[in-house]
């Protein structure tokens, strides 16, 4: 049984895992299950990993529980890769990535340091090359367990209206707020990845 | 001297920012290999030190109260900047060395290439490949930097705020190698956009406390200009 950290919650939420060890984990990824990725940004294929998710162990002895999946090939044109991790309760999935060809050999690794911050969400854009076929969203053993923290500032607008005097008054109000959310990185969490079209620059 | 004023664009940003968004094109190091000296093109700059009050009073209050609320941020931007020049702050130069320093550490060997940019837009044209001898061009806009609150309370105090956009262009063909927004203290998160969360260090409840702490004022630009530009660089891992 995965073991969780104690934390402070954002939202509900299953807790963050930061300890697999007693998880049973296998040398090589298992891609006969992998999700098949459509060459269409609106076909986003999303998994959320638990402790049930199936466990990677790399030389080294480090482990990581993953999501696998399948790559669009055959496409003439340049192909961007997305892939997101989205905080769930107070985890936020801390991925790396693999990029493996149609041998299932890693050809490639997208470090965790290439993911960045979008909002609360981490993301990184990958150009697919031609000989892969497979890519493997892992945790990265080495952040899990490390806290962090964020602000973040939004604005909103409420509108209304009141009757005084036989006079209806309409009436916007403007507010802001600031919002500190603390996440601790884990291995379970939500993962989203989407293929599509190299978009043209402007 | 960039054309559209600095607050007017990061005040519109803060609100419009997703339908701005350019795509995002990621660099790929392993297939540009023979990109081994960047040039960047003199960015193009914000001439002075945003103040934006992200929602307000004002804004409630129709026509009149926009005037008086452009007016009000108008007087704090040229407070701001006097208080910002007699600390001798020069933000070109502050983002220059970060990214100049992000992308030596990276192992490239970086040239300046001088050009006229002023607009807050990338280039339409680069110098020849013959005339600089670089393999790609770093075109860098820093859209807006400076101060912003999310809203007049206690409880939305200003922070530092920078807003930027980069683009990395072959040289030879003028192909786009990467492409990205960087935005620090973005004020409702903007799509296709890296998003820098603010130092807490610099944070300030009201304006007066701004002008107040000249010195950790100025620092906060600094750190937010530096970050922004260290992460440009890192983009081109």
Redesign the interface.
Known sequence: MALAASACGNDRGPPPITNIAALTCSPRPALAEAKPVPLDSDKAVTVTLDGNASCLEQPGGLRSLYGAFKLPDGSSQPV?VSVTSTPLGAGLFSPHVLMLDERENVV?EIAR??F????NKL?????L?PEERYLIVASDPQSVGSQI????????TAGGSAIGGGVIVF????????RESNFTYSHNGTVTVSAEP????? | MIRLRSAAIIAACVMVLAACAAPEIPFDHSSSQDVKTIGIVTPAFSPKPSVVLASSVGQSLGLIGAMVDATMQSNRETDFKKLADSHGFAPEDVFDQALTESLEKQGYTVKKVPVKHDKAAFLDHYPPVEDTQIDAYLDVVVIGYGYIAAGISSSNPYRPAVIVKAKLVRAKDTSVLMQDQIFYNPVNTPKKTITLSPDPKYTFVDFDALMGDPDRAVEGMQVSLKESARTVGTLLH
Do not use: C, Q, W
């Open positions: 961007l490639r340091d290439a960045m911050f979008h909002g993301y990184v854009g990958i150009r090359h923290s964020r602000i973040t500032e939004s604005t909103s009436y916007t109000i403007h507010s802001g707020s600031d190299m978009p043209k620059a402007n």
